[in-house]
């Protein structure tokens, strides 16, 4: 059950947050960063197993925001969202925003295979089906998921915490280096606000989770590399290029990734792995050993989305959060 006292005075009276269980965390930090309180609901499970939620506060004419990652168990998570959508919009709600951190099925975002589905664009028509009038997100896994939607999305980058973070790190002789080809221009993009160079690994990927690690294009030797991506998940890749970084002569090898998605060994990889730290946003919560794990630290992105929110509900530009 996802619920909070409704004590304080509110700034915004038409601005309501509300969360369902993948991050409440995540939720309240971002109400508190507003001075809002977070929104009454009942988010939980009748014994079969199926979802109820009720909404226990007035919506009617509200401008809202719904705060769900759709991470582990994905599908549990986005069941929530769907009905806590269509419970607002029966209620009334002026706006539902959906703020999904971390934007799951997303992997699948283009018919590359036969006989495979566009998961990531029916995500996006379940979500408007069930009534999401524009969508608040965190670091698509592809920029052009944005173009699945006919309602506005706001995509917002987590570059800047970690800009702010390894800024105050003062790492000598950095290189940011891209995991793979399609992370090149996001790579590109934080290395040019580090001043630092950029390097890549070429890889070639044989099934779904499992990578082999081909070559560096660029020069690492000496040099401190900081691996940068949208997630990790069963940090195969990761290893295997912190490896390869390794073995072309880097001094040394960190990481960050916006979504600690971390099934399966991952944190087992991470803890065992040459890898000095790995340095992820709490997009999604972490759980069990990653919470143990000490080359694991997480950023916050509540103050980001927080303004992200405000801007929304206030009709102000949302680009000043991408400096």
């Known amino acids: 059950m996802a619920s909070t006292s409704n004590q304080l005075s509110n700034p915004f009276p038409r601005l309501k947050i509300f969360s369902g269980n993948a991050n409440v965390p995540l939720a309240q930090e971002i109400c508190d960063h507003l001075g809002v309180p977070l929104g009454l609901a009942s988010v939980r499970k009748f014994s079969d197993g199926e979802n109820y939620v009720q909404i226990h506060e007035n919506v009617r004419g509200a401008d809202v925001f719904l705060v769900q990652p759709t991470s582990t168990p994905v599908d549990t998570h986005l069941l929530e969202i ?4 269509d419970a607002l919009k029966r209620a009334s709600a ?5 703020v999904l951190p971390y934007y799951g099925y997303a992997r699948q975002d283009r018919k590359d ?3 495979v589905p566009i998961s990531a664009k029916l995500v996006a028509q379940l979500l408007e089906t069930a009534g999401a009038d524009r969508l608040l997100t965190l670091d698509l896994h592809a920029a052009q998921i944005q173009g699945f939607f006919d309602v506005p999305v706001d995509h917002l980058f987590a570059t800047p915490v970690f800009i702010e973070y390894f800024k105050q790190q003062a ?36 099934e779904a ?3 082999e690690v081909m070559n560096v294009i660029g020069n690492v030797r ?11 998940d069963t940090a195969g890749t990761l290893v295997k290029g912190a490896e390869a970084l390794l073995e072309h002569g880097a001094a040394s090898v960190r990481a960050c990734a916006t979504h600690p998605v971390l099934s399966g060994p991952a944190v087992d990889r991470i803890q065992s792995s040459s890898l000095i730290e790995v340095v992820f946003c709490n997009s999604i ?8 794990c000490a080359k694991i630290k997480t950023l916050s992105v509540g103050s980001l989305l927080a303004r992200a929110v405000q801007s929304i509900h206030e009709a102000t530009s949302v680009s000043i959060l991408f400096v």
């Not at 769907?82 to 959508?85: F, K, P, R, S």
């Not at 002026?94 to 959906?98: G, K, Q, S």
């Not at 280096?177 to 890889?203: C, M, Y």
């Open 113 to 115: 295979q036969p006989r």
């Open 222 to 232: 000496g040099k401190n590399c900081l691996l940068f991506d949208d997630l990790i």
């Open 94 to 98: 002026d706006r539902i925003t959906a």
């Open 209 to 211: 989770n499992v990578a």
């Open 171 to 206: 790492i000598d002789d950095l290189t940011v280096v891209s995991p793979d080809a399609g992370g090149v221009e996001r790579a590109r993009a934080f290395a040019k606000r580090l001043n630092a160079p950029l390097a890549i690994i070429d890889k070639r990927r044989e």
């Open 285 to 292: 919560p972490l759980h069990g050993k990653a919470l143990q």
């Open 82 to 85: 769907l009905l806590m959508i």
